[in-house]
């Protein structure tokens, strides 16, 4: 048994961990090693990814490449394999994911169950509508190839790793001309002010997202980050080198607190705002700053931390965040982290996809016990009320009637359960 | 891609299969080897890990080869083989497997097969290749060990003394080596997590990555390091336990 952690180190329990070392050899592996549940890099932040006591099937090993074409960009690879490794290896060759969240340290099947997005959502959708087809790999032993038109295929994506074993898949690829993006950064100081940002960017800029002062409350202020795909190489820029610093320790009290905050936001504020107007960035470092900071989790120290992030419909966007972070004012918390984007009006490619048309809210929080949990019950309240949903890729508490509650095509993803996995989430939200 | 210029060109690994050796393979790919030679006894989990190696260079010229690892003749034969397609400039030797140490001590049939291909066949690959390099008076061998070799404990000594001989012989080979341009290297990997290991991860075994070893023995070798161990920690712990007393050793369930 082995103790192991998802990316908010909120839980330490053991696990029964066994290793798939490969495609032939997965079906054997798991064989007599469930239930339970696919582990890949860990970075989720709740509990998607445990299975307290229980088995956990971890799948970096199946990290190969199978196959690439360099004229139509399509990708075959394992499903173990890092996002970092595919962009690394194919961009100096022309070639992109076009959609990765805020950390490129995930599996491709990770990235397939949680259905994540990124910033350029309003323009390319999650990372469920770049996937061409996948192979399925039920606990029963049986391999199933699924293709977008088929409802397991839609289920899986964003199937919170409960349709099977993820072995491979087939990706659609970007061209990009190079690692280089232009950038526009623009302090803003109102939630309004936030909207008509997002509005008016949406036509002409791929990437948009913001980072927010949630100490302000609904006075907001923020900086609004926009960015798209350079043409040619910018005169001087220079690809930045792979350095990484390391959290070597876990302090033992949150470094994140109601003393370090105020200032810490005050700061980084300050210095964003200096960078305002026009710039150029290597997309590592625009799109996964946190990724240079190896295990930046630490800094909550070792009770770790909840990460919240919802998202509220379009119409009622404005007086829903508003209503949040006032909420966050009062009770006295706040986040280091906090990051606020729209989604643009687009179908979601899975039946549990999170993105909808709307205003997203991503917020850390140090866990501080009940008092967190009190203040989420209040933020569920606002979510529930104006029919918006939480992102299951980060939750680790969210009530099951929120949850069933946001996700209205819940009862058809049950059909496509495979009854030989579980999680420490699927038993919390559907009750095994 | 920093000093594509002296990076090492044609690259031949024994045991490509291993996890620690793949991605050996993927640094030397990424850094602009141009021939990569690849020697397994699997013929389908070679061609798995060649098709990974093409997607990631494609320029990279690839030859994969399968032989008996446990006949001396079939070895002679393979490594005359492989020199004669060119002078190699680095040759790793890394396969191996993990006995049950205690399935070895009821079985000698066992035990004779864990010490053959854990000692025996890599220094007898060793011996073959030095033979071409001495010749063409170029190249670096680099031959995997183990920590475990360092002393011999009782939860693994029949790896452990296989380990050892490659250590003894590696050694041997430096001597006789000293002053030449062939570079040889032992490497002296810690626990990796790899599929070699995988029992240990169920038994809760901190293991390192396999990449950060792969990226201490690509980085060690092309210093011409004699001994790296990877990760480097492993050097100060396997110091501490060749020096403990014996009246401490002994009492230790290592």
Redo the contacts between chains.
């Keep these: 048994?082995?103790?192991v952690t998802s990316w908010g180190r909120l839980s330490r329990d053991t696990h029964?961990?066994?290793?798939i070392?490969?495609r032939?050899q997965a079906a054997a592996q798991i064989h007599n090693h469930q239930p339970g549940i696919c582990y890949g890099n860990g970075r989720s932040y709740g509990d998607i990814c445990l299975n307290a006591g229980g088995h956990l099937w971890?799948t970096r090993?199946l990290n190969?490449?199978?196959?690439?074409n360099?004229e139509t960009g399509r990708?075959r690879?394992e499903a173990g394999v890092l996002l970092r490794d595919i962009q690394r290896?194919l961009v100096p060759r022309g070639w992109m994911l076009p959609v990765t969240p805020g950390t490129q340290l995930i599996t491709v099947g990770g990235a397939i169950a949680n259905d994540v997005h990124g910033k350029n959502h309003h323009v390319l959708g999650s990372f469920g509508d770049h996937v061409l087809s996948f192979r399925l790999l039920k606990t029963d032993g049986t391999v199933l190839d699924c293709e977008p038109q088929s409802d397991l295929f839609k289920a899986t994506i964003g199937g919170m790793g409960l349709t099977g074993i993820m072995l491979d898949a087939d990706l659609q690829l970007r061209p990009v001309k190079g690692p280089w993006l232009t950038t526009d950064t623009v302090p803003y100081h109102s939630l309004d002010a936030f909207f008509d940002l997002a509005d008016q960017s949406e036509h002409d800029w791929e990437h948009t997202v913001s980072w927010i002062d949630c100490l302000s409350g609904s006075q907001a202020r923020g900086i609004f980050l926009r960015a798209n795909h350079a043409d040619a190489t910018p005169a001087g820029a220079k690809i930045p080198g792979h350095k990484q610093l390391n959290m070597p320790i876990t302090p033992p009290l949150s470094l994140v607190n109601r003393l370090s905050l105020r200032p810490f936001n005050a700061l980084y504020y300050r210095l964003q705002a200096r960078k305002a107007g026009a710039g150029i960035a290597h997309y590592e470092p625009f799109s996964y700053p946190l990724d240079a900071l190896q295990n930046w989790n630490r800094m909550y120290g070792p009770r770790g931390f909840y990460q919240y992030q919802c998202v509220v419909p379009t119409a009622v966007a404005k007086p829903a965040i508003a209503a949040l972070l006032d909420s966050i004012r009062h009770a006295g918390a706040g986040s280091f982290l906090a990051v606020l984007k729209t989604f643009g009006n687009r179908p979601a490619p899975g039946l549990l996809s999170f993105p909808m048309p709307g205003a997203t809210l991503a917020l850390d929080f140090p866990n501080q016990g009940d008092r967190t949990l009190k203040l989420f019950n209040t933020l569920d309240s606002i979510v529930r009320e104006c029919g918006g949903r939480l992102y299951v890729a980060k939750d680790a508490r969210m009530p099951a009637e929120l949850f069933a509650a946001g996700y209205p095509n819940l009862p058809d993803f049950l059909k496509h359960r495979d009854p030989g996995i579980s999680s420490a989430m699927s038993r919390r939200l559907f009750g095994s | 891609m920093a000093n594509r210029s002296n990076s090492p060109q044609r690259i031949v690994i024994i045991g490509a299969t291993s996890?620690i050796a793949e991605h050996c393979a993927r640094r030397w790919a990424q850094q602009g080897a141009s021939h990569l030679t690849l020697v397994a006894r699997s013929e389908?989990?070679l061609a798995?890990?060649a098709?990974?190696l093409r997607?990631?260079r494609?320029a990279l010229h690839i030859d994969c080869q399968t032989g008996d690892f446990t006949d001396p003749a079939a070895i002679q034969l393979l490594v005359d083989n492989i020199t004669r397609e060119g002078s190699p400039d680095i040759v790793l030797i890394a396969h191996g497997t993990l006995p049950d140490q205690s399935l070895c001590q009821q079985n000698l049939a066992i035990n004779a097969d864990a010490l053959m291909i854990n000692g025996m066949s890599p220094v007898l690959f060793a011996e073959a290749f030095i033979t071409h390099m001495v010749a063409t008076g170029q190249g670096t061998l680099a031959v995997i060990g183990s920590v475990a070799g360092d002393r011999g404990r009782k939860s693994n000594y029949v790896y452990g003394a296989a380990k050892g001989l490659v250590m003894r012989y590696v050694q041997g080979l430096q001597h006789r080596l000293a002053g030449s341009p062939v570079k040889v290297v032992l490497v002296k990997p810690g626990p990796t997590?790899?599929?070699m290991t995988?029992h240990l991860?169920?038994q809760?075994a901190k293991l390192a990555s396999v990449e950060d070893v792969a990226n201490s023995i690509v980085q060690g070798i092309q210093a011409g390091k004699p001994t790296v161990y990877a990760p480097a920690k492993w050097a100060l712990i396997m110091m501490i336990i060749r020096h403990l007393p014996r009246f401490v050793f002994n009492r230790m369930n290592i």
């Design positions: 048994m082995v103790a029964q961990v066994t290793g070392s490969g032939a971890q090993a190969r490449f199978i196959h690439f360099e990708l690879c290896a | 996890g389908d989990k798995l890990i098709q990974d997607v990631r494609p997590d790899t599929a995988a991860k169920h809760g």
